[in-house]
């Protein structure tokens, strides 16, 4: 399941996850359309989390608390690429998973939908701290939360997205699934820049040291260095 589904792996010669591969079954198998798994290494936690035709038109996210919701709003053909508006916002213990719907529960911050769209609302990317301190106090006391967040936005549709984590110390191949696309014909971006197009590598995201079609020309092939990236496949860049 962490190799063959989430796309887990380590790289030819790795010791201790220093040469990390994610490899995810995008596409393999019809009935599975996104997959999250995580390792703990000697470097450090390594992570990959991917989803099929993810939501249109804006950018979905679930944080646990004490960590921060990174969304992007990818722009492509024609596209601005900015957030508009917040379909959906509850720090505490709402129900539900991306691309959505959610619900609201008994334990939801009043300050949600301002807290987000103060963060997000005219900006191509953000991130908010799913914290109490952010959301100006504790919804439920002594209760793990949780922050999830529908935006609204001119952004492109993203048919297939995968996040990852890679250790301090490490490096990795993440091999970028075009849904059928080819790698001659789509274009990657990480976050909101541009990092395959036109069928060459694009340099400018900090971390991403380069990228090459795969040997059959069906995916592309992004090296990183360390860090967290968010790679997306649009339908319409």
Known sequence: ??????GLGR???????????????????????AASASIDTPGGLVLVDWTQKSSGGGNCEVAPEHSNAQLTCVAGGGKSGLFTGVTFASFGTPTGSCPGPFAKSSCDAATSVAVVAKACVGQSSCSIAATTDNFGGDPCVNVLKQLAVIMAGDCAEIKYQITTQIPLGSV????????????????????????WANGAYTPGSPGV???EASSDGSDVIVHTESGRYKFAIVADA
């Not at 399941?1 to 989430?6: D, K, L, T, V």
């Not at 790289?11 to 359309?33: K, Y």
């Open 209 to 211: 040291t380069g990228a």
């Open 1 to 6: 399941m962490y190799s063959n589904i989430a």
């Open 11 to 33: 790289g030819w010669r790795s010791r201790g996850w220093d040469r990390v591969v994610i490899a995810p079954a995008a596409g393999a198998h019809p009935n599975i359309t």
């Open 172 to 195: 990795s191949d993440v091999i970028v699934s075009t849904m059928g696309a080819g790698a001659a014909n789509a274009a990657v971006f990480e976050g909101n820049v541009t990092v």
